[in-house]
C-alpha cells in the first residue's frame, strides 16, 4: 500500500483558485508518475492531470487546459493541482493516483487502469 492523501479542498467562487496537495508516505514517490483525476455526482470519474516521475512530461484534459497546473516536488514526496479560473463545472471529488509502473512515460496514460494507488478523493465545490 502507498497512501496517498490529499489536502487543500473546498468551496470557492467561479472564477477562484485553488491549490490540492497530495502527499505520499515511502520512499519511491520519486519512481513514479502521478495524476489528478475527478467524480462529479452521477459522472464516472476522469483524468485531469498527470506528470511523470522527473517533472518533464505532462499531459492535461482538454477542459483544464490552461486553466490547471499539475507539479510535483520530489524532495517532499507530494504533487499539487493549481486550479484557476475555476468555473462550476469543476465541481467534483478529487483524486490523486500513483501510475502504475516505474520510470513510465506519461503522455497518453489517462485511464484509471494506468493507476495502481488512490487517494480518498477531496471534494472542490465551485460556486456560481
Known amino acids: 500500500q502507498v497512501p496517498l492523501l490529499e489536502s487543500g479542498g473546498g468551496l470557492v467562487q467561479a472564477g477562484g483558485s485553488l491549490r490540492l496537495s497530495c502527499a505520499a508516505s515511502?520512499?519511491?514517490?520519486?519512481?513514479?508518475?502521478m495524476g489528478w483525476f475527478r467524480q462529479a455526482p452521477g459522472k464516472e470519474r476522469e483524468f485531469v492531470a498527470g506528470?511523470?516521475?522527473?517533472?518533464?512530461?505532462?499531459n492535461y484534459a482538454d477542459s483544464v487546459k490552461v486553466r490547471f497546473v499539475i507539479s510535483r516536488d520530489n524532495t517532499k514526496n507530494t504533487v499539487y493541482l493549481q486550479m484557476n479560473s475555476l468555473r462550476p463545472e469543476d465541481t467534483a471529488v478529487y483524486y490523486c493516483?500513483?501510475?502504475?509502473?516505474?520510470?513510465?512515460?506519461?503522455?497518453?496514460?489517462?485511464?484509471?487502469?494506468?493507476?495502481?494507488?488512490w487517494g480518498q478523493g477531496i471534494q472542490v465545490t465551485v460556486s456560481s
Open positions: 493516483a500513483r501510475h502504475r509502473y516505474s520510470f513510465y512515460p506519461i503522455i497518453g496514460r489517462t485511464t484509471e487502469a494506468d493507476y495502481d494507488y
Open positions: 515511502g520512499g519511491t514517490f520519486s519512481r513514479y508518475g
Open positions: 506528470i511523470n516521475w522527473n517533472g518533464r512530461q505532462i
